[in-house]
């Protein structure tokens, strides 16, 4: 069953949706354009927020890694789009090389791993997974919850070609998303690695990324006659930030307070009576680390010691220099009365399906990827493309379809944003 979500101030979201699906042909014929002149990522989740006036991009992850939360009725939808990816760039489709994150005591993470060679076993590929970990000197099975196993082996480097003692494949996907670099067994490699490793997170910065979603957000909403901002936050970014010495707050604080004056300008405009804030995080990394929420500018100058350390550091242990400042988007969905969000992924351009993020301790104007976070699956129809106009916005796979266009907006700007990284 898909989850049956509650949405206040619904009227003008409602009104987005249904410009989204009257626009559907010109949408999609636009969408595929873009996609005929953007290569496009092997694959992505985007986190969104729907604040019933707003509905918008807060997050773009290109190592996705929740596939074992994704409703289990729509493993075709996966399996086709993950021929579609592999035979764009291995025709003859010899065999796929995972390499997955080192977090072989993280037994979620490694049910997402074992669904991802799920998905490539069945769209006809040999898929073997290869271990950065030092310790995995020969094939380690282990066991998982449910009873599955998931086999790790050691890389073998031959020469330029990555593969694994008995397994020379024609391409490396990662699913690691070198936040502490790129190791030196991944660099001057002659098979494709997708992602490519000028997009982990050791150089990738949010902003950059945001940035290329304001230019598509912009082209979008002019296509189909909408404010743009109604389908991107605002954002700023502040470097040279120090929070354990206090250094660059003041400049923080400042951008702050700049980016909350012109979100109340749109509130005015809108009439929108909710306080805005802002979400202020670490511009590269992901787990939900370095992240808090500000309403005053005057929080910034004021953090305590215990607040600043939280700031400081993110995944890897690595230090929070540069800081992104960003729009907050209240949301106002919920599953039994829990805050909940949509969580959108991706294989190729397609839209195989997601889940709803639900923290039942965090507020409607919080980062819920945090402990105590649980996942509630949901369905897409027909792939999230194929909705039906007349049956109204209030119609399940409606809603799924604007979801689906935003996701595939953030999926657009990646691909800009991996063009610039190569280039």
Same mark, same amino acid.
């Given at each position: ?154 890389? %073998?480097?031959?020469?330029? @070609? #990555? !593969? $694994? *003692?008995?397994?020379?494949?024609? =391409? ?68 040279? %930030?120090?929070?354990?010495? @206090? #250094? !660059? $707050? *003041?400049?923080?604080?400042?951008? =702050? ?167």
């Amino acid at each position: 069953m898909v989850p049956n979500l509650t949405t206040a101030l619904k009227g003008p979201l409602l009104d987005l949706e249904r410009r989204l699906l009257s626009s559907m042909p010109t949408t999609e014929h636009w969408m595929r354009s873009k996609w005929q002149d953007h290569p496009v990522p092997f694959y992505a989740s985007v986190d969104l927020r729907n604040s019933g006036f707003k509905l918008a991009p807060v997050d773009t992850n290109l190592f996705p890694g929740g596939f074992n939360n994704l409703n289990p009725d729509f493993l075709p939808l996966c399996v086709q789009a993950m021929q579609s990816a592999v035979e764009k760039i291995c025709p003859e489709a010899r065999g796929v090389l995972l390499i997955p994150e080192n977090h072989t005591r993280n037994m979620f993470y490694l049910q997402n791993v074992a669904q991802l060679v799920t998905i490539i076993k069945q769209a006809g590929m040999r898929v073997r997974v290869g271990s950065l970990l030092p310790e995995i000197t020969q094939p380690t099975p282990i066991v998982l919850p449910g009873g599955g196993t998931l086999m790790l082996e050691p890389l %073998v480097k031959r020469g330029n @070609r #990555l !593969g $694994l *003692e008995d397994f020379d494949p024609c =391409v490396v996907l990662l699913n690691n998303d070198l936040s502490a670099g790129v190791p030196e067994i991944l660099k001057n490699i002659e098979q494709e690695i997708y992602p490519p490793l000028s997009v982990g997170w050791y150089t990738r910065r949010k902003s950059e990324h945001f940035a290329h979603y304001n230019k598509v957000a912009t082209e979008f909403a002019e296509l189909i006659n909408i404010d743009p901002w109604l389908i991107d936050p605002y954002f700023d970014t502040c470097n040279k %930030v120090n929070f354990q010495e @206090r #250094l !660059g $707050l *003041e400049c923080l604080a400042e951008k =702050v307070d700049m980016t909350l004056q012109k979100m109340r300008l749109k509130y005015t405009e809108y009439g929108v009576k909710s306080e805005p804030f802002v979400i202020v995080k670490a511009d590269a990394g992901t787990y939900g680390m370095g992240i808090m929420t500000v309403k005053d500018a005057a929080e910034i100058t004021a953090l305590n010691r215990k607040q600043r350390n939280k700031m400081a550091v993110i995944k890897e242990g690595q230090e929070v220099n540069d800081v992104l400042i960003q729009e907050g988007v209240y949301t106002f969905e919920n599953i039994n009365e829990a805050v909940a969000e949509p969580v959108i992924y991706m294989i190729d351009h397609y839209v195989v399906g997601g889940f709803y993020r639900v923290h039942t301790d965090r507020g409607i104007d919080e980062n819920l990827n945090a402990p105590g976070m649980h996942f509630v699956p949901l369905a897409f129809d027909s792939s999230c493309s194929l909705p039906n106009p007349e049956r109204g916005p209030d119609d399940t796979p409606n809603r799924f379809y604007a979801y689906g266009v935003i996701a595939r907006l953030a999926l657009l700007a990646a691909a800009l944003e991996i063009e610039d990284a190569e280039n």
